[in-house]
Each structure stands twice: as C-alpha cells, then as structure tokens.
C-alpha cells in the first residue's frame, strides 16, 4: 500500500525565515509526486509535479525537489500570504491516476 | 476555463438520510475522482470515473457510490449517513493520459451529519 507521511506537521515561520517541509514517501512505483496548495476550506491546488529523482522545480518561493524515498518543499523568504498547509502526494504506476495525499505541513507564516 | 466546480458548497444532512453531490471537471479533462478529507487530514481517494465506469475504489464502503455522464460531469451518493460521513469531499479532474497526470480539485462540498 502506497503511504507518504510529512514532516512537521505543523510549523511557526517569522517572515523572511527559510525553512524546508518534508515528505517521505512509499510506493511499488512511482509514476510521479505531487505538492498542493490547501487553505483553510477550499480544495487543494497544484503546485509542482515531480517524475524522477534528481528532479527540481521552482515557482516564486517555492522549491520542491525530489529523491527516491523523499521530496522536500523549500520556502525561501516566506510571506505571511505563503501560509497554508502544503500536501504531498504520490501516484503509482499501476494507481490509475488515484493519490495518495500525506497529512499535510500547516505552516503559519509570522509577519 | 472555469476549472472544476462543485455544487452545492455546504450541506447539513440528518443522520440515516441520503446525499448527492455533483462535479463538473476541468474543460478537456475525461476523469473524475472523488477524496474525501477529515479535518486535519489529507485527502481519502474514494473511486474514479471514466468513461462513465468506476475504474478504481479506495476503502470505502457500498454506500458510497457516484456516476458520471457523456459530459464527462459526475456525481457521489452517500446513502445511510453516519456521523462520521461529515468531511469536505472534493472531486478531482485529469487527463486518462500515459503518464502521471496533475489532478485539478474542486473548492469542495462541506458535509455536516447531524
């Protein structure tokens, strides 16, 4: 069964302080790993899609990178608008498309 | 391009009662899933359609069942609501391409059982 598990769970960010999420992930094999975007009672959205370790991909002060057990979302010089919870998740080679989401990182970003 | 879209956006529903939440996907999109997610936790895939077939279900009961028609829209119905049905369900749209696929979300349908 594919699991992806995120850490922390919750994390207290000044503005401008750096910090990384982490995702740790299972999967018989990957066909590609997810972040999302969730705030508070709206619907996820897409952030990156990572396919292979190695991989990087950057968008404002995001960066997701990508190894064969685990992915990291870098936030560079956070803003209180980056404070959401960020979710990870993994899609199979044989999931037909289905995610398997982690808990989550809450982030709060402190102006 | 509206994206996905969700209707209604919140809903109170008695315990023992039936529920039927509906899903337009992404324009250009062939696949709906349904995930249901607790607060405080990710998201739970429930099934997936396409080509108005249930192609894959997660570890939910029969009481959960969906449909989706030639528009490619869809819908989820929750039968015997239990206390513990109360969730935001989020509908998901992608591709049935080859390779792995982003998966656009809905803002969600908020579901209170009382």
């Known amino acids: 069964e594919d699991q992806v598990t995120q850490s922390p769970e919750a994390l207290r960010l000044q503005e401008g302080e750096s910090s990384s999420l982490n995702c740790s992930y299972t999967?018989?094999?990957?066909?590609?790993l997810f972040w999302y975007r969730q705030d508070p009672g709206k619907g996820p959205e897409f952030l990156f899609t990572?396919?292979?370790a190695g991989e990087e991909k950057e968008k404002e002060r995001l960066k997701a990178t990508l190894t064969k057990k685990e992915s990291f979302l870098h936030i560079t010089a956070p803003k209180p608008e980056d404070s959401a919870t960020y979710l990870c998740?993994?899609?199979?080679?044989?999931?037909?498309?289905?995610?398997?989401f982690g808990k989550g990182n809450q982030v709060v970003v402190i102006p | 391009d509206a994206g996905v879209t969700q209707s209604p956006t919140h809903l109170i529903k008695t315990r023992g009662q039936q529920v039927t939440l509906r899903c337009s996907p992404k324009?250009?999109?062939?696949?709906v899933s349904w995930y249901q997610q607790a607060l405080g936790q990710g998201p739970q895939f429930i099934f997936q359609?396409?080509?108005?077939?249930?192609?894959q279900r997660g570890n939910f009961p029969d009481r959960f069942s969906g449909h989706q028609f030639p528009n490619y829209s869809s819908e989820l119905n929750v039968n015997a609501l239990l206390l513990g049905d109360s969730a935001l369900y989020l509908c998901?749209?992608?591709?049935?391409?080859?390779?792995?696929?982003?998966?656009?979300f809905g803002q969600g349908t908020r579901l209170t059982v009382v």
């Open positions: 998901a749209s992608s591709l049935a391409a080859g390779g792995a696929t982003e998966a656009f």
């Open positions: 359609y396409y080509e108005e077939e249930e192609r």
């Open positions: 990572l396919y292979s």
């Open positions: 324009s250009g999109h062939d696949t």
């Open positions: 999967v018989s094999g990957l066909r590609g």
């Open positions: 998740a993994v899609q199979a080679t044989l999931g037909n498309n289905r995610l398997a």
